[in-house]
C-alpha cells in the first residue's frame, strides 16, 4: 500500500473510533493506570470516635513513584454511609470501593511533585456541628482521597486509603451512645519468628545464622521488641485488656533466641551482633508471661498437614518429626521457666484428619484455628462457636473478620492506586479494631453479636510499638464503653460445643507435596548417617544428639512462613545441617601424586573422623582411569576424633599415568565428605592383568595356529 493511502486510512480509523467508541471488549476490561503515587498514612487521631473528640487529624506522606510530574496534588477525607451487615464488612475489608461523601474540601499539598518527590499531608476534619452530629454508633468506612494532574494527563484520582472508623458516641452528644453488648474478648498475642533465620546449628558448633535480621527484631523498635513492649505497657496500664493477651509461643524461636545469647555467626563468617539484644529480649518476655496464659505454637510454626507427608527411609511418614513439632511445652518450661496451657495448640494453615490425629495423639484437647475454616458438618456454612471434630479435638475458633482486618487485603491489580491494609500498619491495626467492634455488636441492625471473640492477628504480625499500643487502646475504650469484656482464653474454652464440625479442605494445589518430596530425601539421608554413627566410649555423645540439628531443621522447612512454593528456601537449613555433619567424616586430598610400587599395589586412604561419635563406612572407588579395585566395599570403622590410614588393594590396568576419584558412603549409601582426586603413576601391570594378558596371547596363539592348519590342509587339497 502506498504512504498517502495508509495516511488515509489511519485517519479513517481513528475517525471512526472517535464517532462510534472504542471496541466493547477495551470498555469491559480497561487497562488499569498504573500507580503514579504512594500514600503512606502516618497518624490518624482518635482511632475510636466518642462524644468527647472534636476532630479527626490524618496525616502522612504522599511520594511520586512514577516518571511524570504531578500538579498540584490535593487531597480530603471522604466517608460512607454506616456499615450495617458483615457482607458489606467483609466489602470493604476486601478492599472493594463504597460510595462516599466528603467530609472536607481538597487540601493542596505541593503545588507540583517532581518524579521521587515527597510531600506531607496533614487532613484535619471538625466533629463539631452537623458533621460531628450526623455519626451515630456503629462502624464507617473513610477514605484518604489524593487528586491530581499527571503531566501530559487530566485531573485524576492517583491514590487512595481506605479504613474504618468506629464510632461509640456521636460527637458533643453525651445521650447517644452505644448499646453495652459485653462480648467476652480474648486476644492471642504471637510471639514468633518472621522466618526460620538459622543456618546451621552442629552439635559443639556456634550457631550460624542466614543474616542478622533477627538481631534488629529484638532491638528497641524491632518487630518483636514491639510487641513485647506493648504488651507489657498494656498490663501496666489496662489490666483488663492487659489480661485478655494469652501468649502464643514458638518455641524454635525460644531456642534460637537462647542460643543467641552465647554468641552466634552470620552467614559469610561474620560475629553476630545480638548477643545483648538476645539476653534483654529474652528477660523482658519471661517477666511479660509468667503468670499468664501461655500456649504453644507447633516448632517453627510448622505446618502440620505438610509434616506428617515427610517419608523416611523405611517409605512410612515420619512419626519423629511430629513429635518435634509438638513438644513446645517442654521447650517454653526449659527457657523461661513458665508452664504453657495443658491441652491447647493454634497450628498454622489447615491440619488435614492425619494432622489432627497426630494432635490428638500428641495430648492436645483444643486446637485454635479460623472460624472460617470450620463447616458445621457436611455443609458450607461456617461456624462461630465451639464445635467438636474429629478424634474428640474441640475446635474453638478465632473471628475471622478481626483476623482479616488485622492483615489487610491483597492489593488488586485493577485498582492500583488503592493500597491496602497488607502494606500500611496504621490502616490494618485500625481495620482490624473497627472489625472487633461491629463483631461486638457496634451499629449491627441485625441484632447479632459475638457472645464471644477470640482475635488471632497475623502470626507474624508486622505493627510498629505505636500502633500495637493504639490497637490495645481502642480495645480498652470498647471495654469502657461496654460494646466487649475482657475476658481470658479459660472463660472461651469453658463453654460448651455447640456441635459437631469439620475443617475445609487445604486450598493449596498440592497441599504441600513439593516441600515434603525435597525434605523427605534429606530425612533419609540423615536416617543414613544416624545408622552408620555409634557412641564413642571416650566422648559418650549418643548419635542421636549429632543428628538431631537436621532433623529439628526438617520441622522447621515446613514452617507456614515459608509458602507453598518456597520449596529451596524449606530445604536450606536442612541442607546445610547435614552437610556440616558430612563435612566431618572425609577423605584427604593426597598432596602429590602417588607412585605404585607394583601392578597390583595397596592404595593408601587417609580418613579424618572430627565427629565426637564413630562413623562406620565403606571407601568408594569411582572414574578410576586404568584402576581396578580387587576387593569388594567393605565396612571399615572409623573411630571418633582422630584419623586413620585404610589400604585399599588396586591393580593397575596399564602402565603410565592413572586416576581414580576416592569417597566415602555410609553402608545405606549416604556420600561422606568431599570426593578426593587421587593421581597415579604406574610401571608395571598388576598380576591378574598379566595372567590375562598371557592367557589371551595363547588364545591367540592357538587360534592363528588352528588357521595355518587348516590353510595348508587345503592347499593339499584335504577336506577342511
Known amino acids: 500500500m502506498k504512504r498517502p493511502a495508509a495516511f488515509l486510512l489511519s485517519l479513517l480509523i481513528v475517525a471512526a473510533t472517535a464517532l462510534f467508541g472504542a471496541p466493547a471488549g477495551a470498555q469491559e476490561n480497561p487497562s488499569p493506570e498504573p500507580a503514579r503515587l504512594r500514600l503512606d498514612l502516618g497518624q490518624l487521631s482518635p482511632r475510636v470516635i466518642t462524644s468527647a473528640d472534636q476532630a479527626i487529624t490524618v496525616t502522612g506522606t504522599v511520594t511520586n513513584t512514577g516518571s511524570r510530574r504531578i500538579v498540584k496534588p490535593m487531597a480530603r477525607l471522604q466517608i460512607g454511609e454506616r456499615l450495617a451487615s458483615p457482607r458489606a464488612m467483609d466489602s470493604v475489608l476486601a478492599g472493594n470501593p463504597v460510595q ?220 519423629g518429626l511430629m513429635t518435634t513439632a509438638l513438644n513446645g511445652t517442654a521447650t517454653i518450661r526449659q527457657v523461661l521457666g513458665v508452664e504453657s496451657k495443658s491441652g491447647v495448640l493454634w497450628p498454622g494453615g489447615t491440619p488435614d484428619d492425619k494432622a489432627l490425629s497426630a494432635i490428638s495423639s500428641g495430648g492436645f484437647q483444643t486446637v485454635l484455628t479460623d472460624s472460617g475454616k470450620l463447616r458445621a458438618g457436611g455443609d458450607d456454612e461456617t461456624v462461630t462457636g465451639a464445635a467438636t471434630l474429629s478424634d474428640g479435638l474441640r475446635a474453638q475458633p478465632t473471628n475471622s473478620m478481626t483476623t482479616a482486618g488485622l492483615t489487610g487485603f491483597a492489593p488488586s491489580p485493577q485498582t492500583p492506586t488503592t493500597y491496602s491494609g497488607a502494606s500500611q500498619r496504621a490502616v490494618s491495626t485500625q481495620n482490624g479494631l473497627a472489625a472487633v467492634a461491629f463483631e461486638a455488636g457496634l451499629g449491627r441492625t441485625d441484632g447479632a453479636t459475638a457472645g464471644s471473640l477470640l482475635v488471632a492477628p497475623p502470626r507474624r504480625w508486622d505493627a510498629t510499638t505505636d500502633e500495637l499500643n493504639a490497637f490495645l487502646s481502642g480495645l480498652g475504650k470498647l471495654t469502657t464503653a461496654g460494646v466487649t469484656a475482657g475476658s481470658t482464653l479459660d472463660d472461651l474454652l469453658g463453654a460448651t460445643p455447640d456441635g459437631s464440625a469439620s475443617l475445609a479442605a487445604d486450598t493449596r494445589s498440592d497441599g504441600g507435596a513439593a516441600v515434603a518430596g525435597q525434605l523427605s530425601g534429606l530425612d533419609q539421608d540423615a536416617t543414613g548417617l544416624l545408622s552408620a554413627m555409634q557412641i564413642d566410649p571416650r566422648n559418650q555423645v549418643e548419635p542421636k544428639a549429632i543428628v538431631g540439628p537436621v532433623r529439628d531443621a526438617l520441622v522447621r522447612g515446613s514452617s507456614t512462613a515459608f509458602g507453598p512454593s518456597a520449596v529451596a528456601s524449606a530445604s536450606a537449613n536442612a541442607t546445610a545441617e547435614l552437610a556440616a555433619i558430612r563435612d566431618q567424616v572425609t577423605v584427604e586430598q593426597p598432596k602429590q601424586t602417588i607412585a605404585l610400587a607394583s601392578g597390583s599395589s595397596p592404595l593408601p586412604v587417609y580418613v579424618h573422623n572430627d565427629l565426637p561419635v564413630g562413623v562406620t563406612a565403606q571407601i568408594a572407588l569411582r572414574n578410576n582411569m586404568g584402576v581396578r579395585p580387587e576387593q569388594a566395599d567393605k565396612n571399615l570403622l572409623f573411630p571418633a576424633k582422630g584419623g586413620q590410614t585404610k589400604y585399599v588393594q588396586i591393580e593397575a590396568l596399564r602402565a603410565g599415568r592413572l586416576s581414580v576419584d576416592v569417597s566415602l558412603t555410609t553402608p545405606s549409601g549416604t556420600d561422606l565428605g568431599a570426593t578426593a582426586r587421587f593421581e597415579l603413576t604406574s610401571t608395571e601391570y598388576g598380576p591378574i592383568t598379566i595372567i590375562f594378558t598371557v592367557a589371551a596371547g595363547c588364545a591367540l596363539l592357538l587360534l592363528a595356529s588352528r588357521r595355518i592348519y587348516r590353510r595348508i590342509k587345503e592347499s593339499r587339497g584335504g577336506t577342511p
Open 100 to 319: 462516599d461523601t466528603p467530609l472536607t474540601e481538597f487540601t493542596s499539598l505541593a503545588e507540583d511533585l517532581d518524579p521521587g518527590q515527597s510531600a506531607r499531608l496533614t487532613i484535619a476534619v471538625p466533629l463539631t456541628g452537623p458533621r460531628g452530629g450526623a455519626l451515630r454508633p456503629g462502624v464507617y468506612p473513610l477514605l484518604v482521597n489524593v487528586n491530581g494532574t499527571p503531566e501530559y494527563g487530566g485531573p485524576a484520582r492517583l491514590a487512595a486509603v481506605s479504613l474504618l472508623m468506629p464510632v461509640l458516641s456521636t460527637p458533643g452528644h453525651q445521650n447517644n451512645q452505644a448499646t453495652p453488648r459485653h462480648s467476652k474478648l480474648a486476644v492471642l498475642w504471637p510471639i514468633t519468628d518472621s522466618a526460620p533465620h538459622i543456618q546451621s546449628a552442629p552439635f559443639g558448633v556456634p550457631m550460624t545464622l542466614t543474616d542478622d535480621a533477627l538481631a534488629d527484631e529484638l532491638s528497641p523498635g524491632g518487630r518483636l521488641y514491639s510487641l513485647v513492649s506493648a504488651a507489657r505497657a498494656a498490663q501496666e496500664t489496662n489490666p483488663k485488656i492487659g489480661g485478655s493477651l494469652c501468649f502464643a509461643l514458638d518455641p524454635d524461636l525460644l531456642r534460637t533466641v537462647d542460643a543467641m545469647r552465647n554468641g552466634y555467626r552470620v552467614s559469610g563468617g561474620a560475629t553476630g551482633k545480638g548477643a545483648d539484644a538476645a539476653s534483654n529480649w529474652l528477660a523482658a518476655l519471661r517477666a511479660l508471661v509468667t503468670g499468664r496464659c501461655v500456649i504453644p505454637l507447633p516448632f517453627a510454626d510448622a505446618d502440620l498437614t505438610t509434616l506428617g507427608k515427610i517419608r523416611g527411609a523405611d517409605g512410612n511418614p515420619d512419626a
